[in-house]
């Protein structure tokens, strides 16, 4: 058993010396390599962080919310079907939510506008998100003016600026009172942009949702669960849009590898020639190989997962955000939660030592059994 | 569906995987077709290095395959948010027939891999090729599994349609619906205790007998292959429970899962190594007269005979231990 450990010490010492020797061919290869890794491990640590962003966002969400169709068409909901909804065994509690889009031309730019749960405002106080300020100028006391649904002007005193930490989410948001929404909007007073229901057992959930769509059939029932499904499926989606593009540049990559295993220099064939002559065997010359796939593999896949991790969460993802995030005006500025699970380690490892290895098989056993005599003679 | 980066690293895999195996059986045909260690014609010289290139694919293969059972595993369980009323990964793979059939091809595919690579280290022992023509029919037999396999995931990832109501495990492994599962979950779990350790404890005496005394080697290899189902069954049926300290969840798949410390790998690993490793001292058993291998062979038995046994012993170790210190009292 030692014999063997030492055994195989011996070889990589010999392949790392080996390698070392040609280093400008073998950090071209690394160089390649890890770019590949960095990509697609960019790629996928940020899809799965959004994942997790929104995740967490939605913890915090209302078990159900209810809007009315008309038409197809998300509709102002009657504040008395919360009445009929609460009668329903199983709900905790039903609010209603007010909440809009407004266009502001001088930042052109939406703001979406809603009235918080649980914060008293009066009539004239606003609250804006850290974007906004940003983009306005706005600051604890300043004053911004809004052109109501009538085309009149309404006047709101800045209260605060809600924390950036909460950017992602809060950019674009304004808190006002219930009042002041009316005034801009003209919402009627008996109806409510939509209904969110508490429901205190997450097991009821699916059957209350059906409940209520049977009792109001006007209505539709979103589930936080469908919202959350919905949100996994397009990142997922994306990220997996993004990789199969990129699997060109994997086949270019793999085609590359195999290439550099299969055009060995004439110095190389002659190591491989002496060694054989020395009295190794092709299956040692296989483990040596074996032992440099490994080495190149490993350096590259870990120096490429570091570098997409620096990309993805501290550089916040410079390259391609503009696909994976989509783009607005007041884009929020956020740092993602650095998040990595062996899941997606093993996943990038599928994705290139794999096919990597396997684009090297054949060229490693060629250079394997060469024969000894037929190289020295050249 | 099927644009989820995990899907298409499994997709990805075994069309490598089953490429790799059709390259290694043609060229495993020819071999069996022309080979003549008599000869020392080109053909056969060229035969001769084409061996190496086989055993080498065939090595990765095998680890590709075990990589891939678990990735399948954990990117299947990754699935059941998708599917409403799917827990875990029993959710999931209950989606479409292909499901578990495709666990179970897997499973043996691994297996046979295993086996093969045992028979062609045998076989690198002797000088002769003692072993050339049992090993290639053998991957004859394996080829076709491994394409049928890749043929089922296929079809199980394209016919996940989200959004289908399934049962999860919570109703598979439980004891009042039908199915293979709910009978090994509804065994008298006195008596499945019974029969693990007891099986366990067999498997310990033929192994131990094999090993100093080389004899019963057929025994213990089949006590292996049996012992393997029954530490299954056993697991679904009373481990488990020690293990989610919850005495109604039978889950094999769950205790993959992060709250459970992932201590499911290193369980289902040292069963699989434990399997392949006994298995393998019977596949060998028929070899022992030939003579270039006589040498060797008993030998090389003895160590697999021991890899095996320790490999259940700690399965067994790991599973007492959960039991008798769970919080879980039955």
């Known amino acids: 058993?030692?014999?063997?450990?030492?055994?195989?010490?011996?070889?990589?010492?010999?392949?790392?010396?080996?390698?070392?020797?040609?280093?400008?061919?073998?950090?071209?290869?690394?160089?390649?390599?890890?770019?590949?890794?960095?990509?697609?491990?960019?790629?996928?640590?940020?899809?799965?962080?959004?994942?997790?962003?929104?995740?967490?966002?939605?913890?915090?969400?209302?078990?159900?919310?209810?809007?009315?169709?008309?038409?197809?068409?998300?509709?102002?909901?009657?504040?008395?079907?919360?009445?009929?909804?609460?009668?329903?065994?199983?709900?905790?509690?039903?609010?209603?939510?007010?909440?809009?889009?407004?266009y502001d031309p001088g930042a052109q730019a939406n703001y979406t506008l809603m009235v918080p749960e649980d914060l008293p405002l009066k009539d004239q106080e606003i609250i804006v998100g850290a974007g906004i300020s940003r983009v306005r100028r706005l600051f604890r006391g300043s004053s911004i003016v809004f052109r109501t649904y009538d085309g009149k002007p309404a006047t709101f005193f800045i209260k605060g600026v809600l924390s950036p930490d909460s950017e992602l989410l809060s950019s674009d948001l304004i808190l006002i009172s219930v009042p002041g929404f009316t005034r801009v909007f003209g919402v009627p007073p008996d109806r409510a942009t939509d209904l969110t229901v508490q429901v205190a057992n997450r097991k009821e959930i699916p059957t209350i949702a059906a409940k209520i769509v049977d009792a109001l059939p006007d209505t539709r029932a979103i589930t936080r669960e469908e919202i959350l499904r919905t949100y996994d499926a397009v990142f997922d989606w994306r990220g997996g849009i993004m990789i199969a593009i990129l699997a060109g540049a994997v086949l270019a990559f793999l085609i590359f590898a195999w290439d550099k295993a299969a055009g060995l220099s004439a110095e190389e064939k002659r190591e491989i020639g002496i060694l054989k002559a020395i009295g190794w065997e092709t299956a040692d010359v296989l483990e040596m190989k074996f032992w440099e796939g490994l080495v190149v593999s490993l350096s590259s896949f870990f120096l490429g997962i570091i570098l997409a991790y620096g990309h993805i969460f501290y550089a916040s993802a410079t390259l391609f955000e503009p696909v994976l995030k989509g783009w607005a005006v007041l884009y929020p500025e956020f740092r993602l939660t650095p998040f990595i699970s062996g899941y997606q380690i093993a996943i990038l490892f599928f994705f290139t030592v794999i096919p990597y290895t396997v684009a090297t098989i054949i060229p490693s056993w060629r250079a394997a059994t060469i024969d000894p005599d037929a190289v020295m003679r050249t | 569906m099927f644009f989820k980066p995990g899907i298409l690293a499994l997709f990805l895999s075994s069309l490598l995987i089953s490429g790799m195996v059709l390259y290694a059986s043609f060229t495993g045909a020819l071999i069996l077709r022309y080979w003549d260690i008599k000869s020392g014609s080109e053909t056969q010289l060229r035969l001769e290095r084409k061996t190496y290139l086989i055993s080498t694919i065939l090595g990765y293969v095998l680890v590709f395959q075990l990589f891939s059972l678990f990735l399948f595993i954990y990117t299947a369980d990754a699935l059941h948010p998708f599917f409403t009323g799917a827990m875990c990964a029993v959710g999931s793979l209950n989606v479409n027939q292909w499901g578990f059939p495709l666990v179970v091809l897997k499973i043996i595919t691994f297996l046979l891999a295993g086996l093969w690579l045992i028979i062609n280290f045998a076989d690198n022992q002797g000088y002769d090729y003692p072993?050339?023509?049992?090993?290639?029919?053998?991957?004859?037999?394996?080829?076709?599994?491994?394409?049928?396999?890749?043929?089922?995931?296929?079809?199980?990832?394209?016919?996940?349609?989200p959004e289908v109501i399934t049962s999860c495990c919570g109703s598979v492994f439980s004891g009042d619906t039908a199915g293979v599962a709910a009978e090994i979950v509804s065994l008298p779990r006195a008596s499945m205790e019974v029969v693990f350790y007891a099986a366990m404890l067999g498997t310990l005496a033929l192994g131990m007998a094999f090993y100093r005394r080389d004899r019963m080697g057929y025994g213990f290899s089949a006590a292996i292959l049996l012992t393997f189902l029954i530490a299954i069954a056993a697991f679904i049926s009373f481990i488990s429970i020690y293990f989610y300290e919850l005495p109604t969840h039978h889950c094999p798949f769950c205790i993959l899962q992060k709250e459970y410390g992932y201590i499911g790998y290193c369980l289902y690993l040292l069963l699989l190594v434990g399997g392949v490793a006994g298995m393998g001292v019977g596949v060998l058993m028929p070899f022992r007269q030939i003579p270039s291998l006589k040498e060797t062979l008993p030998s090389m038995q003895r160590r697999l005979a021991l890899t095996s046994i320790i490999s259940y012993l700690l399965f067994t170790a790991i599973a007492t231990y959960q039991i008798i210190f769970s919080n879980l009292k039955m």
């Open chain 1, 1 to 102: 058993m030692i014999k063997a450990i030492d055994k195989q010490r011996y070889i990589l010492d010999f392949t790392l010396s080996s390698l070392w020797r040609r280093k400008g061919k073998n950090l071209a290869l690394v160089l390649v390599y890890t770019l590949v890794v960095f990509v697609l491990g960019s790629v996928m640590f940020f899809t799965q962080a959004l994942k997790n962003e929104a995740a967490l966002v939605l913890r915090g969400s209302p078990e159900i919310i209810v809007q009315k169709m008309v038409a197809g068409r998300h509709d102002l909901i009657p504040v008395s079907h919360g009445a009929q909804i609460g009668k329903i065994r199983g709900v905790k509690a039903v609010k209603a939510r007010f909440w809009g889009y407004y």
């Open chain 2, 131 to 161: 072993l050339i023509k049992v090993k290639y029919l053998l991957l004859l037999v394996l080829a076709p599994l491994i394409l049928a396999e890749t043929i089922m995931q296929a079809k199980y990832f394209l016919g996940l349609r």
